[in-house]
């Protein structure tokens, strides 16, 4: 099975821009547990456009699925995170005036994970880093103390898009199948996420040793008009469903 997790900073977005308290990114969490989802999924961004501190926190005592907490590597967002002490951390490259995350870690950053890395996972909590296809990244992810690794999907979510065929498509998701099956012989944890979408996310299934899709922007569009709880199950259907498999 693909566990399916939820990334409800959108919710707090719209919240934001009103500088109300609703909607609320925890009661989203609640209702997207309802759906199905196996973890929540959070990103505390330093400028916190989205997610804020007390929301982690409340989120974390609210919950009964893991809660996967997603930062950039400084000193601030790593004591955040043994604060929280999470089920999983995802360490993501992060710039201030992107609208999203953009890209996997680059080689250089590797370099300065493993000491926060190795803090991390003393307080018992899942490391996952958050990089590209190629497998430099998935060696240097070993050598810097990864559980688990997150591939960036933005690169084959347009290229997809663009795919006239199903001949087409199958050759665009070949670089994610290569990255799992390296990534799984290594002994890491193979997850997936950003731009995944009701027309892709189904491809995942033919994605050997896939272990879980982190989804945010989609499921919460497509709430909008069906209800969380809804497209959250629709999404677990399109990741498990043998029916849906292309």
């Not at 500088?19 to 547990?33: G, I, K």
């Not at 505390?44 to 609210?62: N, P, Q, T, V």
Request: net charge positive; aromatic share 6%.
């Amino acid at each position: 099975m693909i566990r399916l997790g939820i990334n409800v900073d959108h919710v707090a977005t719209l919240r934001n821009v009103r500088d109300e308290h609703y909607p609320d990114p925890v009661a989203a969490a609640q209702l997207a547990m309802l759906g199905g989802a196996d973890n929540i999924t959070v990103h505390l961004r330093e400028d916190r456009r989205h997610i804020k501190d007390a929301d982690l926190f409340r989120m974390k005592e609210s919950i009964s699925i893991p809660l996967n907490f997603e930062l950039a590597h400084t000193p601030e967002m790593i004591d955040v995170a043994l604060k929280l002490k999470a089920h999983a951390v995802t360490l993501v490259p992060e710039r201030r005036a992107e609208r999203t995350t953009e890209r996997g870690l680059h080689a250089a950053e590797f370099k300065r994970l493993r000491g926060s890395i190795t803090r991390l996972k003393k307080a018992k909590m899942l490391v996952s880093l958050f990089i590209d296809t190629g497998t430099k990244s998935i060696e240097q992810s070993i050598e810097a103390g990864a559980d688990a690794v997150e591939f960036h999907t933005g690169p084959f979510c347009h290229q997809f898009a663009s795919a006239i065929s199903t001949v087409e498509r199958h050759a665009v998701l070949k670089p994610l199948i290569t990255a799992a099956e390296k990534s799984h012989k290594l002994g890491l944890q193979v997850h997936f996420g950003h731009g995944l979408n009701y027309n892709n996310a189904n491809w995942l299934q033919l994605i050997p040793h896939c272990e879980e899709a982190n989804i945010g922007h989609a499921v919460i569009a497509r709430a909008v008009f069906v209800g969380l709880q809804t497209a959250v199950a629709e999404m677990k259907q399109l990741l498990n469903n043998p029916s849906f498999k292309p």
